[in-house]
């Protein structure tokens, strides 16, 4: 659940910032990602989408002491099951995890 307090911040703010986002001020992947959503969702639907948007970037730039850099994509599907498959001790060789074979 967490903190009421601060998810109560988050949609504020995120109310706040979609009002700008809406009239098409800001130009920026999440400002376009927010109106794509808006075409089809009520408003207060995609405030709480962003809220929850913005919440999971500030962990991961926590989780990662790392600056946020806002081009930055999300690693490829090969990527991913790359780093899965090296994260299974249990997987013989010969072993299909994804798309990646187990060397």
Do not use: C
Request: charged letters at 20%.
């Amino acid at each position: 659940m967490g903190n009421r307090h601060l998810r109560k911040l988050l949609v504020v703010g995120a109310h706040a910032a979609l009002y700008s986002m809406k009239t098409g001020r800001t130009r920026t992947a999440l400002a376009d990602w927010a109106r794509a959503l808006l075409a089809s969702k009520p408003f207060k639907l995609v405030a709480v989408a962003l809220a929850d948007k913005v919440a999971r970037i500030a962990w991961a730039v926590m989780a990662r002491n790392e600056a946020y850099e806002p081009g930055l994509r999300a690693p490829t599907s090969q990527a991913t099951a790359q780093a899965r498959a090296r994260s299974i001790p249990f997987a013989p060789q010969g072993t299909t995890v994804g798309s990646v074979t187990m060397a």
